[in-house]
T-cell receptor, first 115, second 112 residues
């Protein structure tokens, strides 16, 4: 059974703080993703990674960076948190199939509030 | 890039009735279309998917249809039950190393 975990379920940070969100998967998946979920906007891709030390920008990368030093761990970094980054952050992982990036398995989410 | 539109944004049905959620996509080269269900306070989970070489796929009370010519695909839930209440997301992608593009979601409420 695939398990994707995120370091925190809830976080409260101050504007300007550097914020780290951690995601770990235990199924040896090559692909990992970070999304933010906002009411009425669905799931929007921030960054994704095909392999260790590789990263690709998604649709809304501004204000974020990522790190993938180990295959099982994908970190999302908010360099200087702003109030408009208050959101639910979802991590996902997948094992590529022959033709697609594979079924995505999501973590439980981190609800971030930036004051 | 790909754009996915999903309708309706909210849907209420009586228990036992059918529910239909529709999505359109913009990139005619897209050929993988999954549907995810997210129950309140929980993570999204894949419930069914379809590839472009198939026009319809069924799994018990859930079915997905795909019309490549019109660039739309739909989720059909028959004999709805209260546990079907959730937010449903459609998505589309090209094959290969292309990430999914999600629709904005449909909140389905099944009224007992």
């Amino acid at each position: 059974d695939v398990k994707v975990t995120q370091s925190s379920r809830y976080l409260v940070k101050r504007t300007g703080e550097k914020v780290f969100l951690e995601c770990v998967q235990d199924m040896d998946h090559e692909n990992m993703f970070w999304y933010r979920q906002d009411p009425g906007l669905g799931l929007r891709l921030i960054y994704f990674s095909y392999d260790v030390k590789m990263k690709e920008k998604g649709d809304i990368p501004e204000g974020y960076s990522v790190s993938r030093e180990k295959k099982e761990r994908f970190s999302l970094i908010l360099e200087s948190a702003s109030t408009n980054q208050t959101s639910m952050y979802l991590c996902a992982s997948s094992k590529p199939s022959a033709v697609t990036l594979g079924t995505q398995y999501f973590g439980p989410g981190t609800r971030l509030l930036v004051l | 890039g790909e754009n996915v539109e999903q309708h309706p944004s909210t849907l209420s049905v009586q228990e036992g009735d059918s529910a239909v959620i529709k999505c359109t996509y913009s990139d005619s080269a897209s050929n993988y279309f999954p549907w995810y269900k997210q129950e309140l306070g929980k993570r999204p989970q894949l419930i069914i998917d379809i590839r472009s070489n198939v026009g319809e796929k069924k799994d018990q009370r859930i079915a997905v249809t795909l019309n490549k010519t019109a660039k739309h695909f739909s989720l059909h839930i028959t004999e709805t039950q209260p546990e079907d209440s959730a937010v449903y997301f459609c998505a589309a992608s090209l094959t290969g190393n292309t990430p999914l593009v999600f629709g904005k979601g449909t909140r389905l409420s099944v009224i007992a």
